[in-house]
């Protein structure tokens, strides 16, 4: 069904971008370098390939949003000092087009300094959002319906888990991300469908990404398959109880692709030294297979969209003389070429 072989990594769809994932260190300062701060703030928020990314090992996280359209974000950095982001300009995503960028909030990270040259504006900040009545959301924090009938919601999980199963060996691979959303529309659709390739030796997921019944993808990636754009979104895959050990790991990720937002991903033995995996120092050879008995898929959502997430249990082990195997897998083949749409990148096998 890929175009991998099951000796090694080698199918084009599949993201080793952990190289180009690196995170900044959010410094928050005083009132007298404001400009600092933003400068920080736009170089952490310019990478990400969210909703929207607003910081790092964030916690006592509150949101609240006005009735002119802002959003303010507030939380305590790891060393304790409050910080207070303005958010504003972006709803909803646009459907991928080379002619226009994709939509983005404005951050002003001096809480209202940038935006207003009012250092206090974060104070006098009036609430008017109210509870929360949309859609179910996978890792959120906080969410609340503005006066104007649209959502706001962060969320916030772990995006930078180094792949194939490694522990994290350092303090920034196992930051939780918050991402800021605001959106009107329903949510993106995450379809996700898995069978058996190669003979039933390997376990297989594959499915499609959309939004708004569109395909979401986007132009172009890095010789490492990071997305290069605003409409790219990488599909974090993590596999529960596997040969990595017990719990949840980060299996891999990959883009959705163009122009299908078609996905397909193997679980094959993979080395750690090749692809542009980051591993531990001093590791050296193969990795085995990711198969777990539970996954779960966390994508990105376009434009300021939330992100979303479907997690489902792993087969068991194909048995050709299974008729119910057998059956499971022609049906799957059909589900498969149902939605490839002319993708090349992930075939029959």
Known sequence: MLLQSPSGPTDTESVRSKLSRKGVPFVRARAATFVLVSLLAATLAGGASASQLITRAAHGITLAVNNKGEALVSYRTLSGRSQHVL???????????????????????????????????????????????????????????????????????QVQLPD??????????????LHLSHWTTSLPKLEVWQDWIYSGRFQNLFGRYTYMGHPVFGFGTTNYGAPTDGYGRLLYLDTHNSAYGRGWRRENS????????????????????????????????????????????????????????????GLHKFNASSPQDVA???????????ILNGDKLCRQH
């Open 87 to 157: 958010a504003w300009g972006a709803v909803n995503a646009h459907q991928p087009n080379r002619a226009f960028r994709q939509v983005r909030f404005q951050l002003d990270y001096a809480g209202g300094w940038t935006k207003y040259r009012n250092g206090n504006y974060w104070k006098s900040f009036k609430n008017s959002c109210r509870p929360y009545d949309g859609p179910a959301l996978a890792w959120v924090v906080k969410a609340c319906k503005a006066s104007d009938g649209s959502y706001w919601a962060l969320q916030q999980w």
């Open 164 to 177: 194939l199963g490694f522990t994290p060996w350092t303090t920034g691979l196992a930051q939780w991300e």
């Open 254 to 313: 990959f883009v959705s692709h163009n122009p299908t937002g078609v996905f397909c991903y193997g679980f094959y033995p993979h080395s750690a030294m090749s692809g542009g995996y980051t591993h531990p120092p001093g590791f050296s050879g193969m990795r085995p297979r990711g198969t777990g008995d539970m996954y779960r898929l966390t994508a990105p959502g376009p434009g300021v969209t939330p992100d979303v997430m479907w997690s489902g249990p």
């Open 328 to 338: 499971y897998q022609q049906a799957m083949i059909a589900q498969l070429n149902s």
